[in-house]
């Protein structure tokens, strides 16, 4: 059959509108599948993280490549975060070793940060090492992350230990220069090590910052002149003063500077000054280098409490934690010695867990009690009737802080006096435990306790006399002067010699509840020390860092106990000494004068 030769009538179709051109492009659309790596990036998006690594173990073992994705530093945070999870730290650096480099996409890691240095109530020495690696790999070999891990290494991580993360950094640096990427400057490298070995003096390691300051030399690394100038204001005698005019010498990066002058300011007189003058005075001084003590930040807090206004004191918080470590430490201590003054040892404890490192400090007593605390119906507020600018949270901390002995010493205190006695010989030991590891530069190994030693180091005298005066105290309140005294022994095993405080609780437990022979016999054995040191003479030098450990709140102390234990003639032995040794008059002291009317009225009662 022919072709018809003449064209089509066009005219019974429809004309072609937009509605026919939508459907051609939607039918002739093609699917594009998902990639592996965007499914990952979707699933740690969508928080399913158990999913989210089930996926990558799978992609790592068939060998397909991840692309790197600041998301995955949520996924490493939540490794963190998980409660009981194995292999924690492989998990970690799995997920946090995907992130992109420096280059490609900055990073200032604060909530990985906040984790492990704020969030967590242990300060886990291994994940810290591993966060500052896998960070130098990716670039960020110097910077405020960096330093924060160096500072925690260097005070709390054991000698080696530091040493070793130090070369393993010069290492990742080494290889990340090799590959193409920015290479470290010898400034840059002489600001770590001078971080990290300053970090070691002021934790008592001299030796050891003597040593890292030779392997900086031996790896041809620069130290700062400053640097230099703390190890001689720490050297402990003269042959560590020459290695470090030696080093000095070889490897300073100003050897020939002239030394600072410093001028500590002293403030006047402030007792006589009123309540608006002493905020004057703390508004400039809480953000000086020389700061006002805790001590005076208590009794202003005291004071002022007393006008039932928070203003200023918030006011002078926010100024405190905006300025520096040093100005919230002291804010702190301030806060704690004031709930120690109400007898609220409980918030003593919350105030420290919140702001410091549980270090030195029995980290699972501490939350036990918190939990304790948190169970009960009445809010925290509502039982302790606890100011306003203490419970403002409007200021918080990024990190938490390093504690002090000072520190540490109160939430001891605190631990005595809110746990249970059942409680006490376990804390005791774990205390003589963190005492010898401060001693012997060894990590802490718990007597009891399951586990392996730590990395975990303390600082040298991150213990001293204030730690064992909570037991002494309260085995002598309790009836037991023999325990107390044994306490004192296990302090002078450790090379902490007992003060006025100690000797005097001691004493007076033996006065009320022992041996009163042995309470006199401890005042004549510290009568004839102080003697013989007397006759020895002090320096000019030393003259006042010598005091003498007699004084008269040692014998009243005494006094009260014989009194109360109704031992009159060693109480009137007691007060002819208070009246000769310190020519005592009447109504000089009011807990003298309480102890010595104490003393009349017994002696009324045997005449009669």
């Known amino acids: ?95 946090l070793s995907l992130v992109p480099t420096a280059k490609e996409q900055w990073s200032s890691f604060k909530d990985i940060r906040q984790q492990l240095f704020r969030g967590s109530n242990y300060l886990n020495i291994s994940l810290i090492m591993r966060f500052g690696l896998i960070m130098a790999s990716k670039g960020y070999i110097t910077g405020d992350a960096q330093s924060q891990v160096l500072n925690t290494l260097a005070r709390y991580a054991t000698p080696p230990t530091t040493e070793r993360y130090i070369l393993q950094l010069e290492a990742v640096a080494d290889s990340f220069s090799k590959s193409g990427q920015v290479k470290v400057t010898p400034e840059q490298w002489a600001s770590i090590y001078s971080l990290v070995i300053r970090n070691q003096v002021l934790a008592g390691r001299e030796e050891h910052a003597l040593q890292l300051t030779r392997v900086a030399a031996i790896r041809e690394r620069q130290v700062t002149d400053f640097t230099f100038r703390l190890l001689l204001e720490h050297s402990p005698d003269e042959a560590f003063t020459t290695s470090v005019h030696e080093l000095r010498q070889q490897i300073s990066s100003d050897p020939y500077s002239i030394p600072d002058v410093w001028y500590k300011r002293t403030c006047s007189r402030t007792d006589t000054l009123a309540l608006t003058s002493h905020l004057r005075y703390l508004r400039r001084a809480i953000i000086s280098t020389n700061p006002p003590t805790s001590y005076f930040l208590f009794n202003f807090m005291n004071a002022y409490h007393a006008t039932g206004r928070t203003r200023a004191m918030l006011a002078l918080r926010k100024k405190a934690f905006q300025h520096s470590h040093k100005a919230k430490s002291l804010w702190v201590m301030a806060e704690m010695l004031y709930h120690r003054s109400r007898n609220e040892p409980q918030l003593v404890l919350v105030v420290f867990a919140y702001h410091f490192h549980m270090i030195g400090v029995p980290r699972r007593t501490i939350l036990k009690t918190m939990r304790l605390i948190s169970k009960r119906r009445a809010p925290l507020s509502q039982r302790t009737s606890l100011p306003k600018h203490l419970l403002n949270c409007q200021y918080d901390i990024s990190e938490k802080l390093w504690p002090t002995p000072y520190h540490t010493a109160l939430v001891w205190e605190a631990l005595v006096w809110s746990t249970p006695e059942s409680d006490h010989e376990r804390m005791y030991k774990y205390l003589l435990s963190v005492a010898d590891s401060s001693t012997s530069q060894k990590p802490i190994s718990s007597p009891d306790s399951k586990f392996a030693p730590s990395l975990l180091q303390l600082p040298k005298h991150a213990v001293d006399a204030a730690h064992f005066s909570p037991f002494v105290k309260l085995h002598a309140k309790r009836g037991r002067p023999e325990q107390a005294a044994s306490v004192l022994r296990d302090m002078m095993k450790f090379g902490l010699s007992p003060g006025v405080v100690q000797w005097s609780i001691v004493a007076r437990g033996f006065a009320e509840h022992g041996d009163p022979a042995v309470a006199v016999s401890i005042i004549n054995r510290l009568e004839e020390d102080n003697g013989s040191q007397d006759r020895a003479g002090v320096s000019g030098d030393h003259a006042d860092r010598t005091p003498s450990i007699l004084d008269i709140g040692l014998y009243t102390n005494v006094l009260r106990g014989f009194v109360l234990a109704r031992c009159l003639e060693p109480a009137q032995d007691i007060e002819r000494r208070i009246r000769q040794r310190f020519e005592y008059i009447d109504g000089e002291l009011r807990a003298t004068d309480d102890a010595l009317r104490l003393l009349r009225n017994l002696e009324r009662q045997m005449a009669s």
């Open 1 to 95: 059959m022919p072709l018809p030769r003449q064209a089509p009538d066009v005219s019974v179709f429809e004309e072609m509108t937009a509605e026919y051109t939508l459907a051609v492009s939607q039918n002739s659309s093609v699917f594009t599948p998902q990639t592996s790596s965007g499914t990952l990036v979707n699933l740690i998006r969508t928080a399913d993280y158990a999913a989210a690594e089930s996926l990558r173990k799978e992609m790592v073992d068939i060998k397909i490549p991840i692309q790197p994705h600041a998301i995955y530093e949520r996924a490493a945070r939540a490794v963190l975060q998980a409660k009981g999870l194995k292999n924690r730290g492989e998990a970690f650096s799995a997920w």
